[in-house]
């Protein structure tokens, strides 16, 4: 776990966004969505200095990893559906939204599992940890696939 908890912090500071994804948050945000961040991932901080360099910490109302679950999150893994709901319902709270009225927007199995669960609309974005599921991911029943955030419309997507 030790091992895994390091990628994101060594490495994020050398990460970027995918082409189009920060036009896309922009005019998210400009245009009335409260957007958060909820990874079952570790490092916050590492998360929130990636958002300043793509310039658009402005538009997420909160960021929260595995980090900010301190010592609960201790025996859990990465994957761990337990970390995901924890997550994403203090996100929750955080918007001060029903999770009716929000959509996951997630590159792994355990992001649709999570927007599931919680009565959310579920979009998969094929970047990520779905690029490697192929025709799997139809069995996951997300509400939409996008190849990319990049590719987000609020008025197809998340109304």
């Known amino acids: 776990m030790d091992h895994l908890d390091r990628i994101p912090r060594s490495y994020m ?3 970027q966004f995918f082409p189009g994804t920060t036009d896309v948050i922009r005019t998210l945000s400009n245009g009335g969505m409260r957007l958060a961040i ?6 916050t901080d ?10 658009v910490a402005d538009c997420f109302v909160s960021v ?14 990465p994957s761990s559906l ?3 709901l924890e997550l994403v319902q203090r996100s929750l709270k955080e918007l001060e939204m029903d999770p009716r009225e929000v959509a996951i927007v997630g ?3 355990i992001d649709i599992q999570a927007g599931k669960a919680l009565a959310m609309r579920t979009i998969a974005v094929r970047t990520g940890n779905f ?7 139809e069995a996951l029943a997300p509400d939409h ?10 008025s197809e997507h998340l109304t």
């Open 13 to 15: 500071e050398q990460a």
């Open 38 to 43: 909820a990874s079952a991932w570790v490092a």
């Open 46 to 55: 590492q998360t929130k200095c990636l958002l300043v360099r793509e310039q």
């Open 64 to 77: 929260l990893t595995r980090d900010d679950l301190g010592a609960e999150a201790v025996a859990c893994t």
């Open 82 to 84: 337990e970390v995901k």
């Open 107 to 109: 590159d792994a199995p």
């Open 131 to 137: 690029r490697f599921l192929g025709n799997h991911l």
């Open 145 to 154: 696939v996008v190849a990319s955030v990049a590719e987000l419309r609020a």
